[in-house]
Each structure stands twice: as C-alpha cells, then as structure tokens.
C-alpha cells in the first residue's frame, strides 16, 4: 500500500528470479520447527508447473528407497 496515498500497489514478483513470499517460513516449517526431536520433512519449490513434476519424481524415488530399506 502506497501510505502517501492510501492505494493498494501490486508488487510483481518473478518466482524465476525471487521466491513468493512466505518462502522462508514454509522452508523453516518443513525443515526446522518443532525442535531437534521432530522428524522434519524436505522443502521443495516449483516455480512453475514442468519443475513440479521433477519434484514429483524425486518424491517418488524417495517413497521407493524407504520401501525397499
């Protein structure tokens, strides 16, 4: 919001170049909260539908090695 003005101003962000914001804290959420006695999870960020399924597919080969461990 400009605050001269009291207009909302759009701020354009190019996930290419700049992560959404509110990355940072679902990074932290996935990777650190709860402490050192939680089993915490990995983070991924797609910035775009054809990253996403790259990350599907290391999901996956995860999901495979835990089964077959």
């Not at 402490?35 to 996956?60: C, D, K, M, P, W």
Request: hydrophobic share 35%; net charge negative.
């Amino acid at each position: 919001m400009d605050m001269s003005s009291g207009v909302p101003v759009k701020v354009e962000i190019d996930p290419a170049v700049e992560p959404p914001p509110g990355e940072d804290l679902l990074q932290y959420i996935a990777e650190e909260a709860g402490g050192a006695s939680v089993n915490h999870g990995q983070y991924f960020y797609a910035s775009n539908s054809t990253a996403l399924s790259g990350i599907f597919e290391r999901i996956s080969q995860n999901i495979a090695t835990k089964i077959s461990q």
